[in-house]
C-alpha cells in the first residue's frame, strides 16, 4: 500500500474512521479496494453512489498527493493504523484515525502513558495540582498526553517540558499552524522530547468541530486520563466521558461544591464515572506504578503458593497463572459463567488479595 493511497481513504467524503475499517477488513487492503470494481462496491450495504464514484474516480489522489509533498517536505511522520510506531492504545479504539501525522520524536506505545485533561480558565489551584502531579511522575518514564489548549493543558505541557518529561501535544488542525498562536513557543519545547501529532491534512484550520475529533485521541491514546479542574460542561469531560467509553480510567481532582471550575471533577466522582484523587500517589497507587521495574525482578524470585481459594475463586486463579493476565472478557469466556457471578468472584478475590486489577479491566494473581 501507499502512502498516497493510505491518505486517499481519509479524504473519500461520507466515510469515517469506522467504515473504512470495515472496507478494508473487506478487501484486505486499500490498493484492492480502490482497484474494485462497480459491481464489487455496489454490493456492499450501506455504500452510497457518491462514495462509490469517490473511489472509482480516484479524485481523492489528487489531494493525497499534495498532503504527501507537505509531509515529505517539513519532515513529518504518517503513521499507518497498522503500523508499529502508531500508538496501539489507540488503535484498539474502533473510531481511531486511520491515518496520523506525527511531527517530532516519541514512544507512543510507551509503558506507562497519563493524559492530562481540564478547563481552558485554569485557577491557581489547578496550576498546584499540576506541579504536584508531574513532581511525582518525573521519575516514572511517563509518556504525558494532552491537547496544547488554553488553560490545564498549556499549564501540564509548560511543567512537563520544565521537567524533562515527554509529551504528546494533540491538536484539533493541521501541522501548518500552531493554535493558539501564543503557544508557539512551548510547542518547539514539546518536539525536543515529544511530538506534535494530529488526524488533521497539514492546511486544517481549528474549526470547532474537529476539538471533540481531537479529545478522543487524547482519551484513547492514554491508561487514564486525569481531570485536573473542569466545569459541568466543556472538552474535558467529554474526554473523560470518551476515556470511559475505551475501558479506560478516569481520575479527578475534587474541589470546592461552590468553585465552578471543581464542578465537573466533583460531577464525574459523584456519578462514579472518575476515580477520586488527591495528588500523585492516589494516582501511582491506582494505577500500580510504583517501583514496576523492582516488581518485575521480585517476581522471579518469590515462590508460587497456591492461597485458600474456593473451587470458583481456583478456576480464575489457575487461568492468571497461566495467562500472566487477562481481561474480564478473556476470564469470562475461559470460566463460562455469566458477568453477574464473575463479577462477584472477581470482588470476592481482589477484595482478598489474591488478585490485582489493572487499568482497562484487566487483571492478574497478586
Not at 195 to 216: C, G, Q, S, V, Y
Not at 319 to 333: C, G, K, M, N, Y
Amino acid at each position: 500500500m501507499s502512502a498516497i493511497e493510505k491518505i486517499a481513504l481519509t479524504k473519500i467524503k461520507g466515510i469515517g474512521p469506522k467504515y473504512s475499517r470495515l472496507l478494508l477488513a473487506y478487501f484486505g487492503n486499500v490498493a484492492d479496494l480502490f482497484a474494485s470494481s462497480t459491481q464489487e462496491l455496489k454490493s456492499i450495504p450501506g455504500l452510497s453512489s457518491s462514495i462509490i464514484q469517490q473511489i472509482q474516480s480516484k479524485a481523492c489522489f489528487q489531494e493525497a498527493e499534495e498532503e504527501l509533498h507537505h509531509i515529505e517536505k517539513h519532515g513529518i511522520d504518517l503513521l499507518w493504523l497498522e503500523d508499529k510506531a502508531y500508538p496501539q492504545r489507540l488503535r484498539h479504539c474502533d473510531d481511531a484515525p486511520l491515518v496520523i501525522y506525527s511531527y517530532g520524536n516519541a514512544d507512543y506505545n510507551n509503558q506507562k502513558v497519563i493524559s492530562i485533561v481540564g478547563t481552558r480558565n485554569a485557577t491557581h489551584y489547578g496550576k498546584r495540582i499540576i506541579d504536584e502531579l508531574l513532581e511525582g511522575i518525573r521519575d516514572l518514564d511517563v509518556l504525558v498526553v494532552s491537547g496544547l489548549a488554553m488553560g490545564v493543558d498549556v499549564m501540564a505541557h509548560l511543567g512537563i517540558v520544565q521537567r524533562n518529561i515527554s509529551n504528546i501535544a494533540v491538536l484539533g488542525h493541521g501541522l501548518s499552524r500552531i493554535y493558539p498562536a501564543h503557544h508557539r513557543d512551548v510547542s518547539r519545547e514539546i518536539i525536543n522530547n515529544g511530538a506534535l501529532l494530529t488526524e488533521f491534512t497539514f492546511n486544517t484550520i481549528p474549526d470547532k468541530n474537529n476539538f471533540p475529533m481531537r479529545n478522543r485521541i487524547i482519551a484513547g491514546m492514554a491508561d487514564v486520563t486525569v481531570v485536573v479542574e473542569a466545569g459541568e460542561k466543556g472538552g474535558a469531560l467529554i474526554t473523560a466521558g470518551l476515556a470511559n467509553d475505551y475501558n479506560r480510567d478516569v481520575c479527578a481532582y475534587p474541589g470546592a461544591v461552590d468553585q465552578l471550575y471543581s464542578a465537573g471533577c466533583n460531577l464525574l466522582i459523584k456519578n462514579n464515572q472518575a476515580h477520586l484523587i488527591r495528588n500523585s500517589l492516589d494516582l501511582l497507587d491506582l494505577m500500580q506504578w510504583h517501583d514496576i521495574d523492582n516488581g518485575k525482578k521480585e517476581k522471579g524470585i518469590q515462590l508460587s503458593l497456591m492461597p485458600d481459594l474456593s473451587d470458583d475463586q481456583r478456576i480464575v486463579h489457575e487461568f492468571l497463572r497461566e495467562s500472566d493476565e487477562a481481561s474480564v472478557d478473556e476470564i469470562a469466556f475461559h470460566s463460562d459463567w455469566p458477568q453477574s457471578k464473575l463479577a462477584i468472584v472477581l470482588l470476592e478475590m481482589e477484595m482478598a488479595e489474591h488478585i490485582v486489577a489493572l487499568p482497562g479491566k484487566v487483571y492478574k494473581n497478586n
